[in-house]
């Protein structure tokens, strides 16, 4: 199970100036180091950092099941995160998951609330499924995409 970033291209393209999934340029903020998570580097944005904040669809196309949400970025060049270990933006108590197929849509059955503690366990679950490519994990107050899972 690997934890996946947002790919760095397209990061560096919002950092850029880039416009986002709902063609507006990202707002450009300072971070107040209050549950801020960049999902590029998969930390927890400072107090006093530059910070874009944007509409990001972490969906190769637009399609029925392809959710645009807002997110968090460092506004300037970040390092990738990812990995096996569970990265420190996944700081709340419970998320959700939802399984992904090869086709860029909601396995049914797949999507579940699961504490912070369960969630490698309940990934693992969801990729032994031969019907789910990836998961998501997504705020379980907000449904905001925090990061992806491979195998």
Do not use: W
Not at 7 to 27: H, K, L
Not at 52 to 70: C, K, N, T, W
């Amino acid at each position: 199970m690997f934890f996946t970033p947002i790919s760095t291209d397209i990061v560096r393209a919002y950092q850029s100036g880039a416009r986002d999934a709902n063609g507006q340029v990202p707002e450009r903020q300072i971070s107040d180091g209050d549950g801020n998570p960049c999902r590029h580097c998969l930390n927890l944005i400072p107090a006093g950092a530059n910070m874009l904040v944007l509409a990001h669809r972490p969906f190769p196309a637009p399609q029925p099941y392809a959710e645009v949400g807002p997110i968090f970025l460092c506004a300037d060049a970040c390092e990738a995160g990812g990995g096996e270990a569970l990265p420190e933006i996944l700081e709340s108590p419970s998320y959700i998951v939802r399984g992904y197929g090869t086709d860029d849509r909601i396995v049914y059955g797949t999507g579940a609330v699961v504490a912070l503690s369960d969630l490698k366990a309940e990934a693992s679950l969801r990729l032994a499924d031969p019907r789910v490519a990836y998961v998501h994990v997504r705020s379980a107050r907000n449904n905001c995409f925090q990061v992806r899972i491979d195998s």
